[in-house]
């Protein structure tokens, strides 16, 4: 009894402690929260949740930071083909991200290549359909008029994809306009056509490819002549424009010719002086009037007849028919001849006769004609003007090799004297250039290296200022709950010597239970106690039920 007597308070603590947890309507808040920090089990699992925490944390700070750069895969795509990919990316392992603004899809700098080729052999995005596939899906028992839009598109479909094979070429779209055909022939209209060209960045068509162009349209669709196709590019220029004034075209002509001059020039001096240590500059004057004459002339010593104009008379007497009937001396007269009427009662006789003739004659003779045509875009004068570097501290150029070098350029661009062409050299010092100063945070390996020494930096930073404190928080609680085990030991030891028993017999008393230095302790000694003796414990609680809560 006695020993029951010492228990009760203890005992009646705990069930003290015991009816406040469990008293209905508590809260469990943040009083609930602290309660269960404050149980043994969790105490000593906190250092290994904070230390998993704080790699966590690292982890999360580390990944963040060394996020690689985002580049686009695709832009401008329909919705369709948007939803596509992105099943395709997600699909294949491959990160995207999408922008909010743009709508365009991203991945990873490393793997933009990757992912094209991935789409590509899957046939994504969808490309235009071809001219067969549109054909293939008409329905049977269309109408005429929609067989006859269908094989529009289908033609434009067709043409589009070939143009698309150009380099410079990134999309094309081609518009047909077909008038229907009339049982009026005077109101026949010709077929136009119009394109438009998205160019590849920095990308440009010269004439002749925009020539190529109209004439590809031209062929593939009946009666459509070159000249009704238009040409435009993404920005809204007109490439295939006719109506160039004659001043344009006379300025790229002059271009064309003094950079066919300069080029000549530098390749010939690049291995003479070297790249940098000279500059050219080439003017052409370009005939821009345009003139044709007709010459026609004679050998000087040629005195030939060329023409000859007269009148010739003749006057005779016109003998009367006479002879053997039959006979070839028998002929009447000339039909010209004017017979004249003998004298009335005159004897018959010889009649007068009177005749006249006009004539206009000409002669070949030796000439020449000789026509001359003088085109626009003649060379009328050249003019080329070369500076050669001196370096610093080097010997200057002679005259004899400035001579030489001007009989060279001379000969590069086919000088004529009698055309009036200048050619001047000059050797000179140049001007320094100024260094441009490039910093280092702007150049490309500047950020990424920034981003993963940052990671790294907050991962170590994190575990000396989150785990290593952790680490030896627990290391000190290991050395603690061994230096209690050890005290409880001897405590033990203590009590069973104090008792008459052996030290190693294990029995628990309420001494020992009371002599206990912390709770942690003492709750050891009664789970102890009470497998010692489970009926006495058992009566022990029985006793604490039966009192009031509050005695």
Not at 163 to 171: F, M, S, Y
Not at 238 to 244: G, N, Y
């Amino acid at each position: 009894m006695a020993d029951q007597q010492i228990l009760a308070p203890d005992a009646a603590m705990n069930n003290g402690a015991l009816a406040r947890n469990v008293t209905p309507g508590a809260n469990f808040g943040f009083d609930g929260l602290r309660g269960m920090a404050r149980q043994p089990a969790v105490r000593k699992a906190l250092p290994a949740l904070a230390l998993t925490g704080a790699l966590g944390l690292a982890a999360l700070t580390y990944f963040a930071l060394s996020t690689p750069t985002q580049t686009p895969l695709f832009q401008g795509l329909a919705e369709a083909d948007k939803a596509a990919v992105a099943d395709a990316l997600q699909a294949s392992g491959i990160s995207y991200s999408l922008d909010p603004a743009t709508g365009a899809l991203s991945v990873d700098a490393g793997k933009v290549h990757e992912a094209r080729m991935l789409l590509a052999g899957q046939g994504l995005p969808k490309a235009q359909p071809t001219g067969d596939a549109m054909m293939a899906s008409l329905p049977m028992g269309s109408s005429r008029a929609v067989e006859g839009e269908t094989l529009r598109s289908a033609r434009e479909a067709d043409l589009a994809r070939t143009i698309e094979a150009i380099d410079a070429v990134k999309t094309a779209r081609v518009h047909l306009a077909t008038p229907e055909a009339s049982v009026f022939v005077r109101e026949n209209k010709e077929p136009a056509a119009s394109v438009m060209l998205t160019l590849q960045q920095g990308r440009s068509l010269s004439a002749a490819q925009v020539r190529a162009i109209r004439h590809l349209v031209a062929s593939s669709v009946p009666n459509l002549s070159a000249e009704d196709v238009s040409v435009i590019d993404q920005s809204g220029a007109l490439l295939s424009s006719d109506q160039a004034s004659a001043d344009d075209r006379m300025f790229q002509l002059q271009m064309q010719m003094e950079e066919r001059y300069r080029q000549a020039v530098i390749a010939l001096l690049t291995p003479i002086a070297g790249p940098g240590n000279f500059s050219v500059e080439v003017h052409a004057d370009v005939d821009t009037s345009e003139s044709q004459s007709t010459r026609e002339t004679y050998p000087e010593n040629d005195r030939a007849l060329r023409s000859e104009e007269g009148n010739k008379s003749v006057s005779g007497t016109a003998e009367e028919a006479g002879g053997i009937p039959g006979a070839l001396a028998n002929q009447p007269p000339p039909a010209n001849a004017l017979v004249a009427q003998p004298p009335e009662g005159g004897a018959p006789g010889n009649n007068p006769t009177q005749s006249e003739e006009t004539y206009n004659r000409s002669f070949d003779v030796g000439r020449e004609i000789a026509v001359t045509h003088n085109p626009q875009g003649a060379l009328r004068r050249l003019s080329v003007a070369v500076a050669l570097r001196d370096g610093k501290g080097a010997q200057k150029r002679t005259p004899a090799e400035i001579a030489a070098l001007e009989n060279l350029v001379k000969g590069a661009v086919g000088f004529k004297a009698e055309r009036g062409d200048v050619v001047a050299i000059s050797a000179r010092p140049f001007a320094e250039e100024a260094e441009v100063v490039v910093n280092f945070w702007d150049a490309p390996w500047f950020l990424p290296l920034v981003q993963q020494v940052g990671g790294v930096l907050g991962a170590l930073l994190a575990f000396f200022v989150i785990g290593r404190p952790l680490v030896r928080a627990v290391k000190a609680r290991m050395a603690a709950s061994k230096e209690l085990a050890e005290t409880e030991q001897k405590l033990m030891q203590a009590a069973a010597a104090q008792q008459g028993s052996r030290p190693g017999n294990g029995t628990i008393t309420i001494d020992m239970i009371e002599a206990a230095p912390s709770y942690e302790a003492r709750a050891k000694l009664v789970r102890a106690f009470v497998r010692q003796d489970p009926e006495r414990a058992a009566l022990v609680v029985r006793q604490m039920l039966g009192k009031p809560a509050n005695g």
